[in-house]
């Protein structure tokens, strides 16, 4: 199963299936149907972060460091965690302006500056190096440990000439696979979707492989992890190295490798690629924002576990960056290291592939075709189409990277192990993270200020990490960094200005990034911006605000004639088409159409051209049939404004109409408020006027039967005039209280109250009703304390109330044996003077209905004839003035007799006066 | 002698109305609420009801109703009283077969005078 062939036969084989994926992503692209458009492809693609260094590496740099390998997955979950609000807005640039790679960004940032890609280029090229080389190790590397084993792979490069060194020939033959997939058409704003479906891929493979060694390595070597685990920790010498303390520099070297993953994770080449670029749908961020991180704590799983195993294996492990491979073949497994290979391979492929691709499109955009615009080799002969040339330099470049990658693992890759590499690149990255992300916040950053922070952090990377790398792999003598040059030595590449006790990585972050930053800011603060630079400043850092980007930015004049020729040399015919149709919304243009061409289809040919050459040559083309000058701050800006104060205004307006339907709903409320007030107050005059009535029809009758008919007999005639009388009373009183009421509910009631004892008031309203109640044959029984019942009252008011209740008790009473129980007793702060009879009581769901005015009980037949009606008013009008005394009234169920108990409670007088009543 | 039916919750109203339906020469039969006023109707059919609407248990309104729906008292005169002063219940009386609507209080004479004519015209429409 190990022998060449076999390997080779799966190796080729993955790569087959992947170009087969990766051209079947394309072709549903084409079609319209996307495979990519989901947040799962893209957090996928995002995982192209994790390598071979990952793979490999990661294992290593537990074994000898501890968990301090985490920290590389630790960034990007913190960079995840701001992506809404940073990732988002670098996406939406990069919609609207077609950006095709990080150098584009940048340069597009500082006013479309040709000088800044070339910088950012070169960086790129030049720290990116060492992270293809090694993966190109890795590869080779994993291959020689699969097929030699249980011989050591030879660390050292290949004795023979070069053409016998298998990382010369696996760089080709992804040199040759990433032309075949990567540069199949032109427009690279055009997203690689063949590209990215082959990622995600990829992504899965190597997580699946780590996972399925992971469980061969705890359940199939080990019992569980506790087995593990405590074989582990019998072995003191393992225990230490696996501690926190472990990590080089210690809490200074944590805090440096996670801010160095977390800017390497949005800078890096490839990932701007995949994150920014490759980006479908922005709300794909937000997923992927837990769904990555996700995915880094599973592939991280198993790497403890791995790494202990590894060292409890001893010397058959070999190399701590093979463990995984070497563990499954010291158990004498076939399957199982090829997978893990595969696992390997997929991880490392999926990094050379996108960053290639990367990197060939800013050579080709950024320092090729400037080169050639500036030398004017292009203008020879307008009427060539040059569109087949950006393709091969494209191309061209691909094969250089991997060589040039091939030929950096060749001169020093062997003296650093996986992870420093790793880290050697990322720490280059990081330089682009200034001019990129405070581009994004601060509107002043300028060009120059850019310019000088790329150059001064990239030359102290260089002299901080690359050259120690050439020292150690004796290219340069040893004395540089055990002294420092010419014996200086405050300028130890390792201890830079005395800075000593520091990782290196650390050391090196701080003083290119304090190099960096110090410039960008400071040449900013003491430089000028030009217009375009402006502009662009205020459309990236206005980015999300809405509106901004789809403004037309072009105010100089050319025709459409012009333009079609300009775009057609460059892009070819069917994407000139394309731009135009997209424009008019229909086929109009030809090459000789002289009209002039509008605005908005200036900005999206330049976008095209964007689209393929970058923003900076396509600036240059655009202003070459262009004449005239790009919008300026000034209209930008008051473009934004606009859109502020339109803004401010709709904002202002939508308040307005909110408060207006607030008072809208009020008004309706209050006026249904009134509306009801206005049925009730109907509704008592009709009542009123009825209660009037009636006893006004039986004086009006009896007088006219009185008039007409002088010979009644005179015991008939006292009678009518007793009813008359009567009737007339009953007038009286009813006018009387229906002025109480309206007294009551206009708080217009005159109380003039008192110190009164409650007991003796009561004993007294009996007096006034002992006839009525003889005439009714009621007996009335009192249970009153002998002691004093103070309370503060109206003695006339409460008086009128008492003898109303102890009527309406009477008239309730029952007919044949009528009984009326008054008792007052102390309750609690209170006085309570209830009034009971012994009717039929009144009804639990009536209870509150008795003091709604002109209510009247429903007794038919009951109420013993003789005894008057109510005028329904008596009952709300002793309860307005009870409330007015600061008491209640209120009826409930018979405590001693059978029928209603009405209860009048008043709060006690604490200090009495004696000399009152 | 015709019989009068009085139907009023008042007993001084009943008191006057049963007073001069009788010096008319006329037969008085009363009711305090209309389920007695119904149950008398059944027992001895009056031939002409003074009606207040507005009583105790089922309204005059109602009472009216279920004479007009029986065929035998389709065409029995009743007279509406009522101390609601309001044209809706005068027109909500006639159209449910009132024949006449005297709002309290009323002019004796009139009343009287009203009761004789209904009293003749029914007499008169039988006799044809």
């Not at chain 1, 950006?99 to 280029?121: E, P």
């Not at chain 1, 540069?183 to 979707?193: G, I």
């Amino acid at each position: 199963m190990r022998t060449e062939l076999v390997s080779l036969a799966f190796a080729f084989g993955y790569l087959a299936i992947l170009f087969l994926i990766a051209a079947w992503g394309d072709k549903r692209s084409e079609q319209g149907r996307s495979i990519i458009n989901s947040p799962l492809v893209y957090t996928l693609s995002i995982a192209v972060y994790c390598t071979a260094w990952t793979f490999y590496g990661s294992v290593g740099r537990a074994a000898e460091t501890g968990p301090s390998f985490l920290l590389i997955y630790l960034g990007p979950t913190l960079a995840m965690l701001l992506g809404w609000f940073m990732i988002r807005k670098m996406v939406r640039i990069a919609r609207a302006q077609k950006i095709t790679s990080i150098a584009d960004f940048i340069s597009a940032r500082y006013g479309k500056s040709v000088r800044l890609g070339v910088l950012v280029t070169l960086i790129a090229v030049i720290g990116i190096m060492p992270y293809i080389a090694l993966q190109l190790k890795a590869i080779t590397f994993s291959h020689a440990v699969l097929t030699g084993y249980p011989t050591p792979p030879i660390q050292t490069l290949a004795q023979e000439t070069f053409w016998l060194d298998k990382s010369l020939w696996v760089a080709l033959v992804l040199a040759i696979f990433i032309i075949l997939f990567g540069t199949r058409h032109l427009d690279a704003s055009e997203r690689h979707e063949g590209m990215v479906a082959a990622i995600a891929f990829e992504s899965i493979i190597k997580l699946m492989a780590f996972l399925i060694l992971g469980f061969f390595v705890v359940f199939w070597l080990y019992q569980g992890p506790l087995d593990l685990f405590s074989q582990a920790a019998a072995r003191p010498d393992l225990v230490g190295s696996l501690g926190l303390s472990a990590v080089p520099g210690q809490a200074l070297g944590w805090v440096g490798t996670l801010v160095l993953a977390t800017l390497a994770f949005i800078t890096l080449p490839r990932q701007f690629q995949v994150l920014v670029v490759e980006n479908v749908d922005e709300r794909h961020i937000k997923r992927a924002s837990w769904t990555f991180p996700l995915y880094l704590v599973a592939i991280n799983l198993f790497v403890i576990p791995v790494a202990l195993a590894g060292l409890l294996l001893g010397p058959a492990a070999q190399e701590p960056d093979s463990f995984v491979l070497t563990l499954p073949l010291a158990a004498g497994l076939e399957l199982l290291p090829l997978i893990v290979f595969i696992g390997g391979l997929s991880a490392a492929t999926g990094m050379v592939i996108v960053e290639t691709i990367a990197l060939s499109t800013m050579v080709s955009n950024h320092l090729v075709m400037p080169l050639l615009l500036r030398w004017n080799w292009l203008h020879l002969d307008p009427g060539r189409n040059l569109s087949g040339w950006l393709l091969g330099i494209r191309r061209v470049a691909i094969i250089l990277i991997l060589l040039l990658g091939y030929l950096y693992h060749a001169l020093i890759g062997d003296s650093y192990s996986l992870v420093t590499i790793g880290l050697v690149s990322f720490a280059a990255a990081a330089q682009f993270a200034p001019a990129l992300l405070l581009g994004l916040y601060w509107r002043g950053a300028n060009g120059k200020g850019a310019a000088a922070g790329l150059i001064g952090g990239f030359l102290v990377w260089a002299y901080t990490l690359l050259l120690p790398g050439f020292v150690q792999s004796g290219w340069l003598a040893p004395g540089l960094i055990e002294a420092g040059p010419w014996g200086v030595a405050w300028l130890k590449p390792y201890a830079l200005f005395g800075l000593e006790g520091w990782d290196i990585y650390t050391h090196a972050l701080f003083w290119s990034m304090l190099v960096n930053v110090g410039l960008l800011a400071g040449v900013s603060l003491f430089t000028r911006q030009s217009r375009l630079e402006q502009t662009q400043a205020a459309l990236f850092t206005e980015a999300l605000r809405p509106d901004v980007m789809q403004t037309p930015l072009w105010l100089g004049q050319t025709t459409r004639g012009e333009l079609y020729q300009l775009l057609n040399r460059y892009l070819g015919q069917a994407a000139t088409h394309r731009v135009f149709e997209r424009h008019d919304g229909r086929q109009s243009s030809n090459a000789r159409d002289e009209s002039i061409a509008p605005p908005g289809l200036i900005t999206q040919a330049e976008q095209a051209l964007t689209g393929a050459l970058g923003s900076a040559s396509a600036r240059v083309l655009i202003n070459s049939v262009v004449r005239g000058e790009a919008l300026d701050l000034e209209a930008v800006l008051s473009i934004l404004d606009t859109t502020t104060q339109t803004l401010e205004y709709n904002r202002r307006l939508e308040q307005k109409s909110a408060e207006l339907a607030r008072i809208g709903e009020e008004l309706r409320a209050a006026n249904e408020r009134l509306r009801e007030l206005d049925r009730l107050k109907d509704e008592f005059v009709a009542m009123v006027s009825h209660e009037l009535r009636t006893p006004l029809t039986s004086i009006r009758a009896f007088a006219e039967i009185l008039r007409d008919s002088p010979d009644i007999m005179v015991e008939q005639k006292n009678h009518f005039l007793g009813v008359i009388v009567k009737e007339s009373e009953r007038l009286s009183r009813l006018i009387e209280e229906i002025l109480d009421l309206a007294r009551l509910e206009s708080g217009r009631m005159r109380l003039n109250p008192q110190v009164v004892n409650l007991s003796q008031l009561a004993r007294d309203s009996t007096d006034a009703i002992t006839q009525l109640y003889e005439e009714r044959q009621v007996t009335l029984k009192l249970r009153l304390p002998d002691q004093e019942a103070w309370v503060m009252a109206d003695p006339d008011r409460l008086q009128q109330v008492i003898i109303n209740l102890l009527d309406n008790a009477s008239k309730f009473a029952d007919s044949t044996r009528g009984e009326v129980l008054m008792q007052l007793e102390a309750h609690g702060k209170n006085w309570q003077l209830a009034v009971e009879d012994n009717g039929n009581g009144i009804a639990e769901e009536e209870r509150e209905k008795v003091f709604e005015k002109f209510h009247q009980i429903q007794q038919q037949g009951q109420t013993p004839s003789g005894r008057p009606r109510g005028t329904g008013l008596g009952l709300p009008i002793s309860r307005g003035i009870i409330a007015h005394l600061g008491g209640r009234l209120w009826v409930e169920g018979p405590h001693f007799l059978s029928g209603a108990r009405l209860v009048i409670e008043l709060p006690k007088l604490q200090a009495p006066h004696e000399t009152q009543m | 002698m015709p019989r009068v039916l009085v139907v009023d919750d008042e007993p001084n109203i009943v008191l006057s109305l049963e007073f001069l339906m009788q010096q008319a020469g006329f037969q008085v039969d009363t009711a305090a609420d209309g389920e007695t006023a119904l149950q008398k109707v059944h027992a001895v059919p009056p031939d002409l009801i003074l009606l207040d609407i507005s009583l105790p248990g089922i309204s005059g309104f109602e009472v009216l109703e279920a004479l007009r729906a029986e065929a035998r008292y389709s065409k029995l005169p009743i007279v509406m009283l009522t101390a609601h002063g309001r044209e809706v219940e005068r027109e909500k009386g006639m159209a449910l077969g009132a024949d006449d609507y005297i709002t309290k209080p009323f002019s004796t004479r009139e009343l009287v005078e009203k009761v004789k004519n209904l009293l003749q015209e029914q007499q008169q429409s039988q006799g044809e």
